[in-house]
């Protein structure tokens, strides 16, 4: 008859694998966010003695650090939250971590996207300060070329047309995250576990810039003139 042993240790081995594959996904979302929550912008800031959080717009991005500290400290805080993405997307689901082994039975691909989501996550509300963040978009540029990168060229194409065209860097920012899914889907349909991701973003990114959308809708946003096509023509008297 059957050896109520040997199901009780094969349960037992079933019960060990999913708690080693639960824990590799929970530490490596958890520094993923961690990672996230390192702002350029404030890590930046603290060495100038500001926080551009109290100035301009209020946002602790690159585009408000352009606008009220200039360009080489705009520089260095989309340089330092595109690298953190990338390598949350990147270089961090590989990681063979003390204590947490690489477990073949997870998939790489829905970590790899785990750890994308929360490197975002962490960048727009980080926990190292107060969860008053940015809203995503250079972060998320580096998880794209993280998960992706040969879809970097239409991402970054459809940003430089839509603010050529209109001179709204948000609106740029959600269009340019919207064909990232598009892109995929054309790339590769069955890939499930990107096409989701970048589906998510989309409605994330336009929800962390719906005071955009509303000043876009009020006729005042602020548009960057030096690259808009009508800019000059639509500034002078």
Same mark, same amino acid.
Request: some cysteine; glycine content about 14%; charged content about 15%.
């Given at each position: 008859?059957?050896?109520?042993? /040997?199901?009780?240790?094969?349960?037992?081995?079933?019960?060990?694998?999913?708690?080693?594959?639960?824990?590799?996904? /929970?530490?490596?979302?958890?520094?993923?966010?961690?990672?996230?929550?390192?702002?350029?912008?404030?890590?930046?800031?603290?060495?100038?003695?500001?926080?551009?959080?109290?100035?301009?717009?209020?946002? /602790?991005?690159?585009?408000?650090?352009?606008?009220?500290?200039?360009?080489?400290?705009?520089?260095?805080?989309?340089? #330092?939250?595109?690298?953190?993405?990338?390598? !949350?997307? /990147?270089?961090?689901?590989?990681?063979?971590?003390?204590?947490?082994?690489?477990?073949? !039975?997870?998939? +790489?691909?829905?970590?790899?996207?785990?750890?994308?989501?929360?490197?975002?996550?962490?960048?727009? &509300?980080?926990?190292? &300060?107060?969860?008053?963040?940015?809203?995503?978009?250079?972060?998320?540029?580096?998880?794209?070329?993280?998960?992706?990168?040969?879809?970097?060229?239409?991402?970054?194409?459809?940003?430089?047309?839509?603010?050529?065209?209109?001179? &709204?860097?948000?609106?740029?920012?959600?269009?340019?995250?919207?064909?990232?899914?598009? *892109?995929?889907?054309?790339?590769?349909?069955?890939?499930?576990?990107?096409?989701?991701?970048?589906?998510?973003?989309? *409605?994330?990114?336009? &929800?962390?810039?719906?005071?955009? #959308? *509303?000043?876009? +809708?009020?006729?005042?946003?602020?548009?960057?003139?030096?690259?808009?096509?009508?800019?000059?023509?639509?500034?002078?008297?």
């Amino acid at each position: 008859g059957p050896d109520p042993g /040997a199901r009780l240790r094969t349960g037992a081995g079933a019960s060990a694998a999913r708690r080693t594959r639960m824990l590799e996904l /929970a530490v490596k979302t958890l520094l993923a966010y961690l990672l996230g929550s390192l702002m350029g912008a404030l890590l930046v800031g603290r060495a100038r003695g500001v926080d551009i959080r109290e100035l301009g717009s209020g946002n /602790a991005g690159g585009t408000n650090a352009l606008r009220t500290q200039g360009k080489a400290f705009a520089l260095a805080v989309v340089l #330092i939250d595109v690298a953190k993405g990338w390598f !949350a997307a /990147a270089v961090l689901p590989g990681l063979a971590l003390p204590g947490v082994p690489l477990d073949p !039975a997870l998939s +790489r691909e829905w970590l790899v996207v785990a750890c994308a989501t929360a490197a975002v996550l962490g960048h727009v &509300y980080p926990v190292w &300060y107060e969860f008053r963040g940015g809203k995503g978009a250079a972060t998320l540029l580096g998880v794209l070329g993280g998960v992706q990168p040969a879809l970097l060229l239409p991402v970054i194409g459809v940003w430089l047309g839509v603010v050529v065209l209109t001179g &709204y860097v948000g609106l740029a920012t959600m269009l340019a995250t919207a064909a990232f899914p598009v *892109a995929q889907l054309l790339r590769d349909f069955g890939a499930v576990p990107l096409i989701a991701f970048g589906t998510v973003m989309t *409605a994330f990114v336009a &929800y962390t810039h719906r005071a955009n #959308i *509303a000043r876009m +809708r009020a006729g005042t946003e602020n548009r960057a003139r030096r690259l808009w096509l009508f800019g000059r023509r639509s500034a002078s008297p």
